[in-house]
């Protein structure tokens, strides 16, 4: 069974900086896509940034790009969202997910972990 050990959000002011981490084991896929969707109160869920693991590759969504980064330690199977410039509309819950492909992730993630909460404060 694929699960996640999330960590990091909290909260921050606008302008301030957070970091969100998350530890997949089990996924049962040498490549696999992985990154952060959230869900923000009074909105839709929403697909924030994914990592290709076997081609390297990103994708953020647009409010984000500029701001927000994914990373992967592939050895630890950590990937990392930096968050920079955090702006009040960035509230929500973010989920860690997962999926055997890139393009099955950002239609929906097999596997989703418990989320973790970042508020931004005005």
């Known amino acids: 069974e694929v699960q996640f050990a999330e960590s990091g959000g909290g909260l921050v002011q606008a302008g301030g900086s957070l970091r969100v981490s998350c530890t997949a084991s089990?996924?049962?896929?040498?490549?696999?896509?992985i990154g952060w969707f959230r869900r923000a109160p009074g909105k839709e869920i929403e697909g924030v940034a994914c990592?290709?693991?076997?081609?390297?590759?990103?994708n953020y969504t647009d409010s984000v790009k500029g701001r927000f980064t994914i990373s992967i330690d592939n050895v630890r199977k950590t990937v990392t969202l930096e968050m920079n410039n955090l702006k009040p509309d960035d509230t929500a819950l973010y989920y860690c997910?997962?999926?055997?492909?890139?393009?099955?992730?950002?239609?929906?993630?097999?596997?989703w972990g418990q989320g973790t909460q970042v508020t931004v404060s005005s």
């Open positions: 089990a996924i049962p896929y040498s490549n696999y896509a």
């Open positions: 997910t997962a999926d055997p492909t890139f393009w099955g992730w950002h239609l929906y993630p097999s596997w």
């Open positions: 990592m290709d693991v076997g081609a390297g590759t990103t």
